[in-house]
């Protein structure tokens, strides 16, 4: 007797359901379960400290690809498994200049031609030399005593238009005269008296623990925003760090940028923004192919506030059609030139994304979390996919304290729809999250995994090394790409992570320990029944147990673990009413398909009623025999 592994239907009663409440560390193919595999990172110890706040993964116009992870403070860069500070030195550049400090001590031995080396923004140096006659230029004189040595170093730098120097004492703090973009080395030919620090510049990022950052690709630019800071953009081949866009509009553009954007998205060739500092309903975009023009009006840039009680705007997909996610409205968003320039079409009036970071797409595929559970979009069509299958697990399982912590995305190869999210299973005193939520939106199905990590997202994976091969594929023999394709020079797109070391990370490990139920049945109706083995229709050796009911209300008794035999039988001996198989994989065990299990089992009592059969006939038997002998005694 056959019985299969449906879909996880956890909001689906134990009995009578036609799935399973049972599916994890695995999702749903065609007509099978398949592995979810563990996470590999691919970069070394981290320095990044905390938990990451949004991540995106870019190509630029020559296929280069740029990926960056951004935490509460500051933005990183990953390249080479490595992770550079993009926003100078744990700081974000918010129109802020870049100092420095010299510090003088041992004066009474510095000598001559001592060098103090401060570097310029654009990475040029100029040297100031110390000297004990009359000082001119960039010399500064040595006198006897610290203070007045650090005085005449600050005349010396303030004489020099690159730099301005201010005096406490021993100590002059400089400060370069443009924004800094990296934390430029100064140096010290006599570093045990006249001590340098580095060039930092900006300050940290000022949102929260619960504001994520969205990261939007325009073109060769990169877009990063939180709603708290002003937005931030990066040039793709050119810039060596984030930078306020406004700057780019101020040297080249018209206009004025919005000042804070929660969201962004690209529809057609424009930059959409979303909820607007002192305007959470708006939307504004720039210049047609053009995000230094922002005046309305010029080069078809404008902006709409939307109307209605549809509530903030916290999500903006990109293609050539867009969706504005307000917490309780979807409006689409068409391109239709001339004066107007987009047409506002409100698709669903009363249902919207609860948190915008649940919100992701795989071209005009929409997935998203309404105040109601799970929904798709496909063209201007909303539908639950959740609805009497998830939600109300879902709803349940959510520790709702730590909700900003929910990222989504879409693995495209596999089709997969992902949420990670913390779970009232996890304390959530690290900030991780510790469960997945997986769709299958082609064969419409539902899985969870248990995995920690803070943040989910598509990456491209350059893979330039042995070592990198190996996050590929455990086995190299397994690789069956040709290693001079452009595969492995162009990036290749990946479901990635930031997991619970901070790390860089794919799933592309081994296999995670699975664990299926079959649906709770009667085997024969109205009657007990007693299983005697149990083949897993599994390609991998695993363990069975049969859990076991005579009512309804009773609780359920599981039979203990049996393992597969050399025949690829579990024996198991267990007898009731109503009956689930449970099958687990252990992890890291190789295996691609898990359809079911096949049972053997009888009907319980079989053996007392063909006795008490067998009573009644002879008893009728006797009978029979004892009313002939009186007919023939008569």
Same mark, same amino acid.
């Given at each position: 007797?056959?019985?299969?592994?449906?879909?996880?239907? =956890?909001?689906?009663?134990?009995?009578?359901? =036609?799935?399973?409440?049972?599916?994890?560390?695995?999702?749903?193919?065609?007509?099978?379960?398949?592995?979810?595999?563990?996470?590999?990172?691919?970069?070394?110890?981290?320095?990044?400290?905390?938990?990451?706040?949004?991540?995106?993964?870019?190509?630029?116009?020559?296929?280069?690809?740029?990926?960056?992870?951004?935490?509460?403070?500051?933005?990183?860069?990953?390249?080479?498994?490595?992770?550079?500070?993009?926003?100078?030195?744990?700081?974000?550049?918010?129109?802020?200049?870049?100092?420095?400090?010299?510090?003088?001590?041992?004066?009474?031995?510095?000598?001559?031609?001592?060098?103090?080396?401060?570097?310029?923004?654009?990475?040029?140096?100029?040297?100031?030399?110390?000297?004990?006659?009359?000082?001119?230029?960039?010399?500064?004189?040595? $006198?006897?005593?610290?203070?007045?040595?650090?005085?005449?170093?600050?005349?010396?730098?303030?004489?020099?238009?690159?730099?301005?120097?201010?005096?406490?004492?021993?100590?002059?703090?400089?400060?370069?005269?443009?924004?800094?973009?990296?934390?430029?080395?100064?140096?010290?030919?006599?570093?045990?008296?006249?001590?340098?620090?580095?060039?930092?510049?900006?300050? =940290?990022?000022?949102?929260?623990?619960?504001?994520?950052?969205?990261?939007?690709?325009?073109?060769?630019?990169?877009?990063?925003?939180?709603?708290?800071?002003?937005?931030?953009?990066?040039?793709?081949?050119?810039?060596?760090?984030?930078?306020?866009?406004?700057?780019?509009?101020?040297?080249?553009?018209?206009?004025?940028?919005?000042?804070?954007?929660?969201?962004?998205?690209?529809?057609?060739?424009?930059?959409?923004?979303?909820?607007?500092?002192?305007?959470?309903?708006?939307?504004?975009?720039?210049?047609?192919?053009?995000?230094?023009?922002?005046?309305?009006?010029?080069?078809?840039?404008?902006?709409?506030?939307?109307?209605?009680?549809?509530?903030?705007?916290?999500?903006?997909?990109?293609?050539?059609?867009?969706?504005?996610?307000?917490?309780?409205?979807?409006?689409?968003?068409?391109?239709?030139?001339?004066?107007?320039?987009?047409?506002?079409?409100?698709?669903?009036?009363?249902?919207?994304?609860?948190?915008?970071?649940?919100?992701?797409?795989?071209?005009?595929?929409?997935?998203?979390?309404?105040?109601?559970?799970?929904?798709?979009?496909?063209?201007?069509?909303?539908?639950?996919?959740?609805?009497?299958?998830?939600?109300?697990?879902?709803?349940?399982?959510?520790?709702?304290?730590?909700?900003?912590?929910?990222?989504?995305?879409?693995?495209?190869?596999?089709?997969?729809?992902?949420?990670?999210?913390?779970?009232?299973?996890?304390?959530?005193?690290?900030?991780?999250?510790?469960?997945?939520?997986?769709?299958?939106?082609?064969?419409?199905?539902?899985?969870?995994?248990?995995?920690?990590?803070?943040?989910?997202?598509?990456?491209?994976?350059?893979?330039?090394?042995? $070592?990198?091969?190996?996050?590929?594929?455990?086995?190299?023999?397994?690789?069956?790409?040709?290693?001079?394709?452009?595969?492995?020079?162009?990036?290749?797109?990946?479901?990635?992570?930031?997991?619970?070391?901070?790390?860089?990370?794919?799933?592309?490990?081994?296999?995670?320990?699975?664990?299926?139920?079959?649906?709770?049945?009667?085997?024969?109706?109205?009657?007990?029944?007693?299983?005697?083995?149990?083949?897993?229709?599994?390609?991998?050796?695993?363990?069975?147990?049969?859990?076991?009911?005579?009512?309804?209300?009773?609780?359920?008794?599981?039979?203990?673990?049996? =393992?597969?035999?050399?025949?690829?039988?579990?024996?198991?001996?267990?007898?009731?009413?109503?009956?689930?198989?449970?099958?687990?994989?252990?992890?890291?065990?190789?295996?691609?398909?898990?359809?079911?299990?096949?049972?053997?089992?009888?009907?319980?009592?079989?053996?007392?009623?063909?006795?008490?059969?067998?009573?009644?006939?002879?008893?009728?038997?006797?009978?029979?025999?004892?009313?002939?002998?009186?007919?023939?005694?008569?």
């Amino acid at each position: 007797m056959q019985l299969p592994f449906g879909e996880w239907l =956890p909001d689906q009663p134990e009995h009578l359901n =036609p799935g399973s409440t049972v599916a994890t560390n695995v999702y749903f193919a065609a007509t099978s379960y398949k592995p979810v595999k563990g996470l590999v990172p691919y970069t070394g110890t981290s320095n990044i400290t905390k938990n990451a706040k949004g991540a995106g993964s870019f190509r630029d116009n020559n296929n280069t690809v740029f990926t960056f992870v951004a935490t509460k403070d500051t933005i990183y860069q990953l390249a080479g498994g490595v992770f550079t500070d993009k926003g100078a030195g744990g700081k974000f550049l918010n129109n802020s200049f870049a100092t420095c400090t010299i510090t003088v001590s041992d004066f009474a031995n510095i000598g001559a031609g001592k060098t103090i080396t401060l570097r310029k923004n654009d990475n040029s140096i100029v040297v100031f030399t110390s000297t004990v006659g009359t000082a001119s230029g960039t010399q500064f004189k040595v $006198e006897t005593n610290e203070n007045t040595t650090a005085s005449n170093l600050r005349v010396a730098i303030n004489a020099n238009a690159n730099f301005s120097a201010t005096v406490t004492g021993a100590v002059v703090t400089v400060t370069r005269a443009t924004i800094g973009r990296n934390n430029l080395v100064n140096a010290s030919s006599d570093t045990a008296r006249l001590t340098t620090t580095d060039f930092l510049g900006g300050t =940290p990022l000022l949102g929260a623990d619960t504001d994520f950052i969205t990261f939007t690709q325009f073109g060769n630019h990169v877009i990063a925003t939180n709603g708290v800071n002003a937005p931030q953009y990066f040039l793709m081949g050119t810039s060596s760090s984030f930078v306020d866009l406004q700057t780019l509009v101020t040297a080249s553009g018209s206009g004025t940028v919005p000042s804070k954007f929660r969201t962004s998205g690209v529809i057609r060739d424009f930059l959409v923004t979303g909820n607007i500092e002192n305007a959470k309903n708006r939307v504004a975009w720039s210049g047609i192919n053009d995000i230094s023009t922002w005046e309305a009006g010029v080069s078809s840039s404008d902006f709409q506030d939307l109307p209605g009680a549809g509530g903030e705007v916290v999500a903006i997909t990109s293609g050539e059609i867009g969706y504005v996610f307000r917490q309780d409205q979807i409006v689409r968003m068409d391109f239709v030139g001339g004066n107007v320039v987009f047409r506002f079409s409100v698709i669903s009036p009363n249902r919207g994304a609860v948190f915008g970071q649940t919100v992701c797409q795989d071209n005009r595929q929409v997935f998203f979390y309404a105040s109601d559970g799970f929904f798709q979009i496909n063209g201007d069509e909303v539908t639950p996919i959740g609805a009497e299958k998830i939600n109300r697990f879902f709803d349940a399982d959510l520790n709702k304290a730590y909700t900003d912590r929910i990222s989504a995305a879409v693995d495209p190869f596999n089709t997969l729809a992902i949420w990670l999210y913390p779970s009232k299973d996890n304390p959530n005193v690290t900030g991780l999250c510790d469960k997945l939520l997986i769709y299958n939106y082609v064969t419409q199905k539902w899985s969870i995994a248990k995995v920690k990590a803070s943040q989910i997202f598509k990456q491209f994976i350059v893979v330039d090394t042995v $070592e990198l091969m190996d996050i590929i594929s455990a086995d190299l023999d397994q690789i069956n790409i040709s290693l001079d394709t452009s595969f492995w020079t162009n990036g290749h797109l990946y479901l990635g992570a930031i997991d619970e070391d901070f790390k860089a990370a794919i799933f592309s490990g081994k296999n995670l320990e699975a664990e299926i139920e079959t649906k709770e049945t009667e085997l024969f109706p109205g009657k007990r029944a007693n299983i005697t083995n149990v083949r897993p229709i599994v390609d991998a050796t695993s363990n069975v147990t049969i859990k076991t009911r005579d009512k309804l209300a009773d609780a359920v008794t599981t039979s203990p673990s049996s =393992p597969m035999n050399d025949t690829g039988i579990n024996p198991v001996r267990q007898s009731g009413r109503y009956f689930r198989a449970n099958v687990k994989i252990p992890a890291e065990t190789i295996w691609s398909d898990a359809q079911g299990v096949d049972l053997t089992a009888v009907p319980g009592g079989d053996r007392w009623v063909i006795k008490l059969t067998l009573i009644m006939f002879v008893t009728q038997l006797k009978q029979k025999n004892f009313f002939k002998d009186k007919l023939k005694k008569q």
